[in-house]
């Protein structure tokens, strides 16, 4: 796995996080018949909560973003892209991997959407996460905190 860090995000992270969601969900969202290039970059500058959002870093450069937004007495993962050259290089899995380690210490399930069709089910599957509900789009699945 390739050295990274987190930072907690700031506003000026903004737009680096909106361009690279237009990124990743491209082709998912095309394939869905739901691309639209401007809205793809909005429903992330609407929801954008720097309080909640880490930024993952290589070597000090911007290489994603995640969210875990609290609701309730669960957590909802969110806005979790990394940049397409460094998919399938155990990033996601060690950041999504301390994220988890976090919830579990706090008692707190974990909950998120995910595109259907979308290979990052995998992932999310891989971390324990089970399907809790779908429709057309979307695939709601929540992971339970660890004992």
Do not use: K
Not at 21 to 33: C, F, Q, S, Y
Not at 123 to 146: C, K, T, W
């Amino acid at each position: 796995m390739a050295d990274w860090s987190i930072r907690t995000a700031s506003l000026a992270d903004l737009e680096a996080a909106a361009e690279l969601r237009a990124i990743v969900m491209r082709a998912d969202l095309e394939r869905l018949g739901r691309y639209d290039e401007h809205r793809v970059r909005q429903r992330l500058r609407d929801r954008f909560d720097p309080a909640h959002t880490w930024v993952i870093e290589m070597a000090g450069t911007f290489a994603g973003c995640v969210a875990l937004r609290p609701e309730g007495d669960s957590r909802w993962l969110e806005h979790f892209y990394l940049a397409p050259h460094l998919q399938g290089t155990g990033i996601g899995s060690g950041v999504l991997r301390d994220l988890l380690e976090r919830c579990d210490r706090d008692g707190s399930p974990v909950r998120l959407q995910v595109l259907q069709g979308s290979a990052a089910r995998r992932l999310y599957e891989r971390h324990g996460f089970a399907v809790e509900n779908e429709d057309l789009l979307d695939v709601y699945m929540v992971r339970d905190a660890a004992a």
